[in-house]
């Protein structure tokens, strides 16, 4: 344990003196660099967390848990699929079932022409699947009735056709029809009913949605076949450990798959981004701690006649080894300290900051036909805060080591030799 007259002999040490200012200047340059480590640190780690958070809810509000598909792209009868679904011995509880048709068109507005994924959904069922109908911003999501031939677009893919709630556009089906001209594109003019915004350029730039009974007769689909099946689950992380239930009761010409295989790559980029991020700025805590390593042995150097005289008055060689530890581990619990208050302080405002310093130089961090996310999120993990933490402490406490154990075998007689 530490004494009292320890704490207050490092302490002494620390604090500014006449004759030591360059020492006393490093110490506050080693409290900076464990500051800006440690914010740096936990505001990255947060803002990773957010991104993460963020594309998850986003990509999993329009994709499902668990698809299930046919392996010749249809699947015919799929209530019954669905009943089979619901006797099935599942290990989480599955919210929402929704059948879909899905293909890829052209849409055109005079001269300009988008390709988009076109979704065929039941309105009724899919907003128990999907948050499409949560982020309309335009229109109602329940305009979408058979035969109506209406169309709910992303909000980009509106703007770029530059299309309203009730104005027409052209659909252009790549399925032809053989008419005494050749083979022509089906073509079909559809009302925009609405528009929605995912905040994800990835879809809200190239994803329509249709009624299911017009898609089967746009895509030449017999009443009742559909592309597949979509699953809402109560626990998202349970979804491979029912696809694998799926697969081995369903049919072997039907086959689930889970969102973990097919946006794995987003999530698995994250993290390892994430890691590596997190041992490059740990460099600048590491810096610090050499600079804390230079400190003590310069504190050393000059209070070698203290160190005697202490020794002289009875000091043993164990409370000058925690005297300097001590010195070490108060500039490490300060830094610490400060940079988690200003690394929590700048990530639970990074909301407010990063607009800020956007309008004030005039320009945009994340552009959105760029990243999938147009504004930087952040979620701050009190395990990741609690891990920075105790790694940067170590680390101070580790570099006060051999310092300390130089001050401690200093010998009474050698130094007050020539004072």
């Known amino acids: 344990m530490f004494k ?8 002494r ?19 900076l660099g464990i500051i800006l480590g440690v914010a740096a640190l936990i505001v990255v780690l947060s803002v990773m967390n957010g991104f993460q958070r963020e594309l998850r809810a986003t990509i999993l509000g329009v994709v ?12 015919g009868n799929w209530e019954t699929l669905r009943e089979r679904i619901a006797d099935v011995d599942s290990p989480v509880k599955i919210e929402g079932v929704a059948p879909f048709v899905s293909g890829e068109a052209l849409f055109g507005r005079g001269p300009t022409v988008h390709g988009a994924m076109i979704r065929g959904v039941s309105p009724d069922e899919e907003i128990t699947v999907s948050d499409l109908s ?8 329940e305009s979408l009735r058979a035969g109506s031939f209406r169309v ?10 530059g299309v309203a709630v009730g104005e027409k556009v052209l659909l252009i089906t790549p399925q032809g029809q053989v008419t005494p001209a050749g083979v022509m594109p089906r073509l079909k003019q559809f009302t925009v009913s609405g528009v929605f915004e995912m905040k994800n350029y990835q879809y809200d730039s190239a994803l329509a ?28 992380d349970s979804a491979p450990a029912l696809t694998s239930l799926l697969n081995a009761e369903l049919p072997d010409n039907v086959f689930a798959t889970d969102w973990t295989r097919s946006h794995a790559t987003f999530f698995r980029a994250i993290q390892i981004e994430k890691r590596v991020m997190f041992i490059i700025l740990l460099l600048i805590v590491a810096v610090a701690a050499f600079n804390i390593v230079s400190t003590l042995v310069m504190v050393v150097t000059d209070k070698r006649a203290d160190i005697a005289i202490l020794r002289t008055l009875g000091a043993t060689q164990g409370q000058i080894l925690r005297i300097f530890i001590s010195q070490g581990a108060i500039i490490g619990v300060i830094g610490t300290i400060l940079g988690l208050a200003l690394g929590l302080l700048v990530s639970m405002n990074i909301d407010v900051i990063v607009p800020a310093i956007e309008s004030f130089f005039g320009t945009q961090f994340l552009a959105k036909d760029v990243y999938y996310i147009a504004e930087i999120p952040s979620e701050v993990d009190p395990s990741d805060v609690i891990f920075i933490c105790v790694v940067s402490f170590v680390l101070t406490i580790l570099a006060t080591i051999y310092p300390s154990v130089k001050a401690s075998r200093v010998k009474p007689t050698d130094a007050l030799r020539y004072e």
């Open 152 to 161: 709910i677009l992303g909000v980009d893919l509106a703007r770029s056709l």
């Open 134 to 141: 949560r982020n309309m911003v335009a229109g109602e999501f």
């Open 64 to 75: 499902s848990h668990v698809q299930i598909v046919g392996s010749s792209g249809k699947l």
């Open 4 to 11: 009292p007259i320890e704490l207050f002999i490092s302490l």
């Open 209 to 236: 949605l249709i009624n299911i009974e017009d898609a089967q007769k746009l895509f030449r689909m017999r009443p009742g076949e559909v592309t597949g099946v979509r699953l809402k689950l109560s626990d998202i």
């Open 13 to 31: 040490y620390t604090r500014r003196k006449r004759k030591s200012g360059f020492i006393s200047f490093i110490s506050v340059s080693s409290i």
